[in-house]
């Protein structure tokens, strides 16, 4: 089934205005198609309160539900598991998606960078398309997720 969702790689932040702010978005990829679905507030307000209310249905108490809705917010992605590709691409005009075919190579780099006596690490991704280059940075280690979504035209470094 084309429309079959294959894999799902969530908060791609994709830099915009000087690397100053920052889009979201969560990969959504079936076998032929990789959309791209902006992650919006809408959207996390919409996860969080269903999950405190299936805590509450769940006769969950205050702090139940509490738990619910930070998991929740983490969550949102998983929601694409449960919806096709065409209502992913059509959630929001933000979204958009391109071809795997067109896709020749991903590259992961893992960027770690020392603040006083913290180690941040940061994962840049590059994706080489017929319709360009586009460039998205995460703060989880996507490899895995990207490597079964497309095989052998993932590559990493490390800086």
Same mark, same amino acid.
């Given at each position: 089934?084309e429309?079959e969702?294959?894999?799902?790689v969530?908060?791609?932040?994709k830099?915009k ?15 032929d ?8 507030? /809408?959207?996390?307000? #919409? ?6 209310? $299936? ?6 108490? =205050?702090?139940?539900q ?7 917010s983490?969550?949102?992605a ?8 065409q ?21 992961v780099k893992?960027?770690?960078s020392?603040? /006083?006596?913290?180690? #941040? ?6 994706? $080489?398309?017929n319709?360009?280059?586009l460039? =998205? ?14 095989g ?8």
């Amino acid at each position: 089934m084309e429309d079959e969702i294959i894999g799902i790689v969530p908060n791609m932040k994709k830099s915009k205005m000087l690397g100053l702010s920052y889009d979201a978005f969560t990969l959504v990829a079936t076998p032929d198609t990789t959309i791209f679905a902006k992650v919006t507030n /809408d959207v996390i307000k #919409q996860v969080v309160k269903e999950s405190r209310d $299936q805590a509450k249905a769940e006769g969950k108490g =205050f702090f139940g539900q509490w738990g619910a809705q930070i998991k929740g917010s983490f969550r949102y992605a998983e929601r694409y598991t449960s919806m096709s590709a065409q209502v992913a691409l059509a959630e929001n005009e933000a979204n958009f998606s391109i071809p795997n075919a067109g896709i020749s190579s991903i590259k992961v780099k893992k960027k770690s960078s020392q603040d /006083d006596d913290q180690i #941040q690490t940061m994962w840049q991704v590059t994706i $080489q398309s017929n319709s360009g280059k586009l460039k =998205f940075k995460t703060d989880f280690d996507p490899k895995d997720h990207l490597r079964k979504i497309y095989g052998d035209r993932v590559t990493c470094s490390h800086d």
